[in-house]
């Protein structure tokens, strides 16, 4: 039998894809005489994938949609971007760990509201130049992805916090109860910043980015603070996750939980749950590190001189009735008082992360598409850091605002002097 025609947006799909979405469809149940590929969101929502809306109209009338994570096949941007490492992190989630995690919760019998939820995946291709991840439309279950230039409202951190407390229960509790499994589970994720911080192309890139930073702000004291953060992230996320892959405290993170990368189901405009999506720069670390990266690159000074302290001590009491689930307590797995440490210890590193992240977020749609073609067609990192800092005043405003919310909140939070 032959298999449905391809329509839409196919550019970023080759035939194997194709291929593969067919086999996906078949061995879901659904004959297809048609799929139409559509492209999601707009530039500078992702840089790492395509992401495309699949549609397959059936042969009883319905439709069925899925999501499409398209890997590059430009050769420049997979080397950039580390397109190997990043795909094969997100198979290993979805394909391994999550599974695994996904029974611990059905053996306790919990119910679908405690339960940690990830969209379905239905298929990933590790093929390299072929890579492609299918999941879960999603928006069929009334999730959707917030704005990226709107920093995340107080309602908005606490369910993202309520997720983390899951994954991360679900983390410990696999570690306790299934040593092995997950020995094997730090094994196959590979840190995306190790292998960052052995490229010396990518610390110069850093490092140039840093100076056109400082000399973008205003105030000695603000300039103080960027100095030498992003030029040393490379080397000081290594650093954590060398110290964090044999810690007693480490567990399983999401390692990217930005605006982008966080669904919301809402109620009358206030979000009601939260669903992590996008698993590549899954790794095993600190817990406060999916902490630190979330409240720091996504929320402004503001809100966090409002809520930080509580949304640490929400985080904490969600990790212990989570770990009730499996007769575990936090306070002898991963105490408050180590809590506060961490956050204090690893700070550091997550204002870097945070800073080089803002200039994703305050890029508009048209800067994004320079940026990708700069990623696509330099035949060196040296060309691309010239485009990241090339913004018009109003993203440099926005940029520059950002960075001196972070280095206030820092400031308050007793981070930095």
Request: glycine share 4%.
């Amino acid at each position: 039998m032959a298999g449905p025609t391809f329509d839409g947006e196919l550019e970023s799909l080759t035939s194997r894809q194709k291929e593969f979405v067919s086999e996906i469809l078949q061995k879901r149940g659904l004959r297809a005489n048609k799929v139409i590929v559509e492209t999601l969101g707009q530039a500078g929502d992702n840089y790492v994938a395509n992401v495309k809306k699949i549609t397959a109209e059936l042969d009883n009338g319905e439709t069925a949609t899925m999501i499409a994570k398209v890997a590059p096949t430009n050769e420049m941007l997979r080397n950039s971007m580390g397109t190997v490492v990043l795909f094969g992190n997100e198979c290993t989630m979805f394909e391994d760990i999550l599974p695994r995690l996904k029974d611990l919760q059905h053996v306790a019998g919990l119910t679908e509201e405690e339960s940690f939820r990830v969209p379905q995946c239905y298929g990933t291709l590790s093929e390299p130049m072929n890579e492609i991840i299918l999941l879960e439309n999603l928006k069929d279950s009334n999730y959707e992805m917030l704005d990226r230039f709107t920093p995340l409202t107080n309602e908005c951190v606490r369910e993202v916090l309520k997720s983390f407390a899951k994954l991360h229960s679900l983390s410990f509790a696999l570690k306790k109860k299934d040593p092995d499994t997950f020995e094997s589970c730090n094994a196959k994720l590979q840190d995306f910043f190790s292998l960052l911080s052995a490229n010396p192309d990518f610390r110069n890139l850093l490092t140039n980015v840093e100076k056109d930073m400082i000399s973008m702000m205003d105030r000695d004291y603000y300039k103080k603070a960027v100095r030498n953060s992003i030029s040393q992230l490379a080397e000081q996320h290594a650093k954590i996750i060398k110290y964090d892959r044999n810690s007693r405290y480490s567990v399983v993170t999401h390692g990217d939980s930005w605006t982008n990368n966080i669904m919301f189901r809402l109620k009358d405009n206030i979000p009601v749950h939260a669903i992590l999506i996008d698993f590549q720069l899954s790794t095993v670390a600190s817990p406060v590190c999916d902490l630190l990266y979330m409240i720091f690159s996504s929320t402004d000074h503001s809100t966090r001189h409002q809520h930080y302290y509580e949304w640490i001590d929400l985080y904490h009491s969600e990790l212990d009735n989570c770990l009730a689930n499996f007769g575990l307590k936090a306070n002898l797995l991963y105490p408050r008082d180590q809590l506060d440490a961490d956050l204090r210890r690893y700070s550091k590193a997550f204002f870097s992360s945070s800073v080089l992240l803002f200039t994703a977020l305050i890029r508009k749609p048209e800067q994004a598409v320079k940026m990708q073609k700069s990623m696509e067609t330099s035949k060196d990192l040296q060309d691309v850091s010239a485009e990241i800092m090339t913004l018009d005043l109003e993203s440099m405003a926005l940029f520059k605002s950002k960075v001196e919310g972070l280095v206030d909140s820092y400031r308050e939070f007793g981070y930095i002097e």
